[in-house]
């Protein structure tokens, strides 16, 4: 039987990681990308952590074995991230109604918990803020589940709605997932606020709806501990939600593909039942997950002395996309660009979305080797001191015109 026919027309590049390839193709030496989610240094490289680096040189040293890890990976390192979500001594982890497993970074914790979803007969709906990182959606559907939407902005396009994201969840059913970010919401950098968080569980438990946080970018927020703040809100006992973590960002484990998958469930018995049928689809999709990253993660976290290198580490990479957001904001006003530039400041995280029209987002790569994504979505972090005074020109000269 020949290949379906479908496979025989060339898919549409992603809509990220496609901009990264014709970004390198590109020759002109001016060339700005702004396009990937991945953080840089003043240099545009992508550091290695000197923690990252100390704690290899311990692996090295110990000589681990190579064998395969445990369906649900290594148990320090879960036991680690549930620390590190939670917080020390935090009663979900305490009880044992917290449960991790180990997974290839977040997206693969977010295919994992699909996946889970899907075959242990959940209804098929998972809801998605209007926007999202454009790799939810595909990842949701190709699970099976029926992908809607939940609008999360006003109508300045800077500022949260959270009247309209509330409303839309009371039309949801009981049993629906909610994809909710955990802190530097992609592609906005904007989060909910305590009562935010707090009305949108009393809604989720009010409807029967299971939540899924996306928590890749902890600690390039507020710290550590404040971008996990929506933990006091969701973290109640008539309430399960699932987390899903990446260490991509946070420790610059980019290749290692670093995640987990967290199930928070009423009582102890069920989150260990519902473990089973994670280790299910994990064992079904890539039978158990790569050593080398979780094993310098676990390191890292269970070591005093590293574990504060680390923190310093992350702590230097969020003062400078704060930096960045500030002189961005600060050129973008003194250049006269058209628009409300404020809110960025106080946003958190790597990104930042301007509102732009698909032709502006065209011009700016094919006129001036700028490239951004979607409606303007750009990695804070991908601004230098080299190509910000660029990249204002060129912003200047698409939303001028």
């Not at 026919?5 to 992603?14: C, E, I, N, V």
């Not at 589940?145 to 969840?169: C, K, N, Q």
């Not at 530039?341 to 958190?348: I, S, V, Y």
Request: glycine share 10%.
């Amino acid at each position: 039987m020949p290949l379906p026919a479908r496979a025989l027309s060339p898919a549409p590049p992603d809509p990220i990681l496609g901009l990264s390839e014709a970004f390198r193709a590109d020759p002109r030496p001016s060339k700005a990308n702004l396009a990937v989610g991945v953080y840089v240094d003043e240099t545009g490289t992508t550091p290695v952590l000197p923690s990252v680096q100390a704690a290899e040189r311990q692996l090295v040293d110990a000589n681990p074995s190579r064998t395969y890890l445990p369906i649900d990976g290594r148990p320090g390192y879960r036991d680690a991230v549930r620390s590190l979500v939670f917080g020390a001594g935090h009663e979900a982890v305490a009880s044992g109604r917290a449960v991790s497993a180990q997974t290839p970074g977040g997206t693969g914790a977010l295919r994992v918990a699909a996946d889970f979803l899907v075959q242990a007969g959940n209804p098929r709906t998972v809801w998605l803020s209007q926007p999202t990182w454009p790799n939810h959606t595909q990842l949701f559907t190709l699970a099976g589940m029926e992908v809607r939407t939940y609008p999360y902005l006003d109508a300045s396009g800077r500022h949260l709605d959270a009247g309209a994201l509330l409303a839309a969840l009371r039309g949801a059913s009981a049993g629906d997932v909610v994809v909710l970010h955990g802190s530097c919401h992609n592609p906005t950098g904007i989060d909910p606020d305590p009562a935010t968080w707090r009305a949108i569980a009393d809604l989720a438990v009010e409807r029967g709806l299971l939540p899924i946080v996306d928590f890749a970018y902890q600690g390039f927020g507020d710290g550590l501990r404040e971008d996990a703040a929506w933990v006091d809100a969701l973290a109640r006992p008539d309430l399960e939600f699932l987390v899903c973590s990446s260490f991509s960002k946070n420790f610059a484990l980019y290749a290692e593909r670093v995640g987990a998958l967290t199930v928070v469930a009423r009582e102890p018995a069920r989150a260990e039942s519902a473990l089973t049928h994670v280790k299910i689809a994990i064992r079904a999709n890539y039978s158990n997950p790569p050593a080398h990253g979780a094993a310098v993660v676990e390191t890292i976290l269970c070591d005093p002395q590293l574990r504060a290198r680390w923190e310093d580490e992350v702590a230097g990479m969020r003062a400078r996309i704060r930096s960045n957001r500030a002189e961005l904001v600060d050129a973008l006003q003194a250049a006269g660009v058209p628009g409300d530039w404020e809110p960025l400041r106080g946003q958190r995280g790597m990104f930042a979305l301007l509102g732009l029209r698909p032709e502006q987002v065209g011009r700016l790569r094919e006129e001036f080797g700028v490239y951004v994504v979607g409606a303007g979505r750009i990695n804070v972090a991908g601004l230098t001191r080299a190509n910000l005074p660029r990249v204002v020109d060129a912003l200047g000269a698409v939303i001028a015109s």
